[in-house]
C-alpha cells in the first residue's frame, strides 16, 4: 500500500473512531466552484490527455466511433408512456417488457448525453456539446406523476411509477449537467433545474419512505429495500453536481448519501466484504464505488476507507467461476452466473485503487470466448441494456489513474477457504485460479433469511467442478415474481437442502435464517457447520422443529462428507434434495446417485441403511418457465439455456423424532469414468469411505469432533 493510499484511509479511520466527525462534515471537502462530478473543475486538460495520448485513448477512440457512427443520428425519443398498474404483483411477461422498455428508453437517453459531453469536453467540437444539450433539454420536459389510472399517458419514467427507468435518467443527466453548466441559456438552466428539483425531490422522498435513515450496517434490525439501497449512490452525485444550483435540495441530499456511505453502509453487507443478496446482486457496488469515486476524485478521506471495500472483492474471486454457473440468490433470467467482462473491469479498478494484485489476477481469468465485450473498450454498444456505460468505466479508470499500477499477484498464494462471516457464506476450492482443475463448493447459512433477493436456502450447498456446474441452485427468474420465480426458485425444494415433512423454510421472510456455528480448518480438511432449526420452524407447527444442523466436512480438497442431523417433537418424513443440470441416477441397492454434466460428473452415496429411501427424479417444474421466455419470443439475453434441470428427491420410508444421515459426494473431471465410491457406517457411527482413487478414510464426525483416519 502506497503512502498516498494509505493517509486518506488511516485519517478516515481516526476522525470516524473519534466521534468528531458531524454529518454535514462532507461539505468541508465539497470543491469551491463546479464542476464536482465527473470530469472536476481544474482536470479537463488532464483527461483530454487521458483520452487521447494516455491509458484511456483506446476507450475514448471507441466512445467516439460509436457516437459518430449511431448516435449523433440517433432521435430523442418521446416520453414513455404508461402501461396500466406498475405493481410487480400485477406484471405478466407482456407488461414486463413495457416495464424494460421504459428502462431501455431511459438508458439510450442518458448514454447518449454522457457520450456527447465527453466527447465534447475532449475535442471542444460544437456538434457534440449540441447533442448533449439536445438530449438534456428534451428528456428535463417529461412529465412527472403521471395519471395512469386515466390510461396510457406520458410520465412513466417517474420514480413511483418505473424506479429504474428514473433511476438510469437521474443518475447521469444532473452529472452532464454540471459540464454544461456554462454553455446553456439562462433559460435552459431554468427549465433544467426545476425539472431536476422535482424529479429529485420525488426520488429522495421514494427512498425515504423505505426508512432508510434508520438502518444499520450489516444488518436486519430495520429491513433494508434493495432498490432504495442501490439508489443512494446517485442521491450523494446529483447532491454534488447540483450544489450551487439547488443548494437548500442538493446539500441535503449529498449530506443524506454521505452520511449513510459513512455510518450505515451497507445494511446487506459488513466488514468481509460479503453481500446477503448473492452474487448477481453485488454487483450493485458498482454503483456504490461510483460515489467512492468522485470521493476520490475530490479528495474526500472517506473515500474507500470502510473495511467492506477493502474485501469485497474478494466475494467475487472466491465465489464466482470465469464459467457460467449457479450461485446463492437471484441471478438474471436462466439463473446462471459467471465472471463477467464488466466485473473484470470493475476489479481491475478496486485492484488499483486498492494496490490489490489478487484482483486482476481474478480479472485475468475471464474466459476470452465470452461473447458479452468489455465496456471499458467496447464503445457505446448497445446502450439500452448496458450498465455501466463505457463512459462510466473511462471517468472510473481516468480517476483510478492517478495510483500506482499494479502487478497481478498469484491467486495460488491466497488461502483455499474464506469464510464471508457478514453473509453467512463459506466458499472452499481446490485450485483456487485453476478453474479447468478446482473443485469449488459454497455453503451458506446465514442470518439474513430469504429476505429480499435471496432464497430460502439456510444449510445449502452448491459444487462446481473442472469448469462447469454439478450440484445446482436451480433458480430461473423471467422476471421478478413471475410464476415460476415464486412457485419453484424462491422455494428451499429447488435448493441441495432438506425438507420436513415436505417443507422447507419461508421465503421472503427475513427471520426465516441460519447461521455458521463452525468454520475449521485442519490438517486435512476444512469443516463448517450450519444450523437452519429457525428457518424451518417458519413452516412447521410451533415447537416441531428442535435440531437442523449440517455439517460439510470438504476432505484432502477432493470430495466432500456431510451429516445432516434433524430431531422433531413427534416422527417426522426426511427429504434429502439434489439438484443436477443434465443428466441424473439413482441406484437403489447402493444408495448412490450421479449427476452427469456434459464432461464432468458427481457421485452421492448415501451412508444409510439399504431400502431407507423413496426415490423421485424428474426434469419438470411444478411451476413451468414461461413459455415466451422459453421460445426467445422476449429477453434477448440470456445466461444459459432455458430448460428444465434435473432433480433428486429421496424421502425416508419410516418417520422418525431424530434422523441422521451421512453422504459423500465425490466430483470426477470425466464423466465417462465411473466414480467407484462406498460410504459405510458402523455401529459407533464411524464412516468408512473407500475412495475412487483406491484409498480408505476412516472418519469420526460427531458435534465436537472430526478425525480421519
Known amino acids: 500500500m502506497t503512502t498516498r493510499q494509505f493517509l486518506p484511509t488511516v485519517l478516515a479511520a481516526v476522525v470516524l473512531t473519534s466521534g468528531c466527525l458531524s454529518a454535514n462534515s462532507g461539505a468541508q471537502h465539497v470543491p469551491a466552484s463546479g464542476p464536482r462530478t465527473m470530469v472536476v473543475a481544474g482536470q479537463r486538460d488532464a483527461f483530454r490527455a487521458f483520452c487521447t495520448t494516455g491509458e484511456g485513448k483506446a476507450a475514448f477512440d471507441a466512445i467516439k466511433r460509436d457516437l459518430d457512427g449511431t448516435y449523433m443520428a440517433f432521435p430523442h425519443p418521446t416520453d414513455p408512456l404508461t402501461y396500466g ?75 413511483y ?33 426545476a425539472h431536476f428539483k422535482e424529479r429529485g425531490e420525488r426520488t429522495v422522498r421514494w427512498i425515504r419512505k423505505s426508512n432508510i435513515a434508520g438502518l444499520k450496517r450489516n444488518s436486519l434490525e430495520v429491513k433494508p429495500s434493495s432498490h432504495p439501497v442501490r439508489f443512494m449512490a446517485m442521491v450523494g452525485l446529483t447532491g454534488l453536481a447540483l450544489w450551487d444550483d439547488l443548494p437548500e435540495q442538493a446539500q441535503d441530499w449529498y449530506d443524506f448519501s454521505y452520511t449513510f456511505y459513512r455510518d450505515q453502509f451497507s445494511p446487506f453487507a459488513g466488514d468481509a466484504g460479503g453481500w446477503a443478496e448473492g452474487n448477481a446482486y453485488w454487483r450493485g457496488t458498482f454503483e456504490h464505488a461510483g460515489f467512492q469515486d468522485v470521493l476520490l476524485a475530490i479528495g474526500d478521506p472517506i473515500a474507500y476507507s470502510i473495511p467492506f471495500w477493502n474485501n469485497t472483492g474478494y466475494f467475487a474471486l472466491y465465489n464466482v467461476q470465469p464459467y457460467l454457473h449457479t450461485t446463492f440468490g437471484d441471478a438474471s433470467n436462466a439463473g446462471h452466473f459467471s465472471l463477467e467482462p464488466v466485473m473484470a473491469d470493475y476489479l481491475n479498478h478496486l485492484g488499483r485503487v486498492q494496490q490489490n494484485g489478487y484482483f486482476l489476477s481474478y480479472a485475468d481469468l ?32 481516468f480517476i483510478g489513474s492517478t495510483f500506482p499500477a499494479v502487478e497481478p499477484a498469484p491467486l495460488s498464494e491466497l488461502p483455499p477457504y474464506r469464510f464471508f462471516d457478514d453473509v453467512g457464506w463459506v466458499s472452499m476450492h481446490s485450485a483456487l485460479g485453476d478453474p479447468a482443475n478446482d473443485i469449488h463448493i459454497t455453503f451458506k447459512s446465514s ?19 473442472y469448469g462447469e456446474g454439478l450440484a445446482i441452485n436451480s433458480a430461473n427468474r423471467e422476471f421478478h415474481r413471475s410464476p415460476h420465480h415464486k412457485g419453484w426458485t424462491w422455494q428451499t425444494h429447488s435448493k441441495n437442502g432438506i425438507l420436513i415433512d415436505g417443507e422447507g423454510q419461508r421465503q421472503q421472510d427475513k427471520d426465516a435464517d441460519g447461521k455458521i456455528t463452525r468454520f475449521e480448518v485442519g490438517e486435512r480438511y476444512v469443516w463448517v457447520t450450519g444450523d437452519a432449526k429457525v ?45 443436477g443440470e443434465m443428466g441424473m441416477g439413482w441406484q437403489n441397492d447402493d444408495q448412490q446417485a450421479r449427476i452427469v454434466g456434459k464432461k464432468a460428473a458427481l457421485t452421492a452415496a448415501l451412508a444409510t441403511p439399504p431400502l431407507t429411501w423413496f426415490a423421485r427424479i424428474t426434469d419438470e417444474y411444478e411451476f413451468p418457465i414461461d413459455p415466451r421466455y422459453r421460445s426467445g419470443e422476449t429477453y434477448s439475453w440470456v445466461t444459459a439455456e432455458w430448460r428444465d434441470h434435473v432433480s433428486l428427491e429421496l424421502t425416508t420410508r419410516e418417520k422418525a423424532a431424530d434422523h441422521s444421515v451421512f453422504s459423500v459426494l465425490w466430483p470426477e473431471p470425466d464423466k465417462y469414468r465411473m466414480a467407484k465410491i462406498s460410504a459405510t457406517l458402523d455401529a459407533d457411527n464411524r464412516l468408512t469411505v473407500k475412495r475412487p482413487d483406491g484409498k480408505t478414510d476412516v472418519i469420526t464426525l460427531t458435534d465436537d469432533k472430526f478425525i480421519i483416519e
Open 366 to 397: 475471464l474466459n476470452p470466448d465470452d461473447p458479452r465485450e468489455s465496456p471499458s473498450l467496447m464503445g457505446m454498444g448497445s446502450l439500452a441494456r448496458t450498465y455501466p456505460t463505457a463512459g462510466e468505466f473511462l471517468i472510473r479508470n
Open 447 to 465: 442470518a439474513y433469511g430469504s429476505y429480499s433477493h435471496s432464497h430460502p436456502d439456510q444449510n445449502t450447498f452448491i459444487i462446481n467442478g
Open 85 to 159: 398498474d406498475p405493481e410487480p404483483s400485477k406484471r405478466d411477461s407482456y407488461k414486463t417488457d413495457r416495464w424494460r422498455g421504459v428502462q431501455d428508453t431511459a438508458g439510450n437517453i442518458a448514454g447518449i448525453a454522457e457520450a456527447a459531453t465527453l466527447v465534447w469536453l475532449v475535442t471542444g467540437e460544437e456538434k457534440y456539446l449540441e447533442k448533449a444539450k439536445e438530449f438534456l433539454l428534451t428528456s428535463t420536459d417529461w412529465v412527472l406523476d403521471a395519471d395512469w389510472e386515466s390510461g396510457e399517458v406520458p410520465g412513466a419514467t417517474d420514480v
Open 161 to 193: 411509477y418505473n424506479d429504474e427507468g428514473n433511476f438510469r435518467l437521474w443518475r447521469k443527466l444532473p452529472l452532464v449537467y454540471d459540464q454544461l453548466r456554462e454553455e446553456l441559456s439562462a433559460a435552459e438552466r431554468e427549465q433544467v433545474l
Open 535 to 579: 428457518a424451518y420452524q417458519t413452516m412447521q407447527p410451533g415447537g416441531l422443529v428442535k435440531r437442523t444442523t449440517r455439517d460439510l466436512v470438504f476432505v484432502d480438497q477432493r470430495y466432500v462428507v456431510i451429516r445432516d442431523r434433524v430431531t422433531t417433537s413427534y416422527a417426522t418424513e426426511l427429504s434429502w434434495l439434489l439438484h
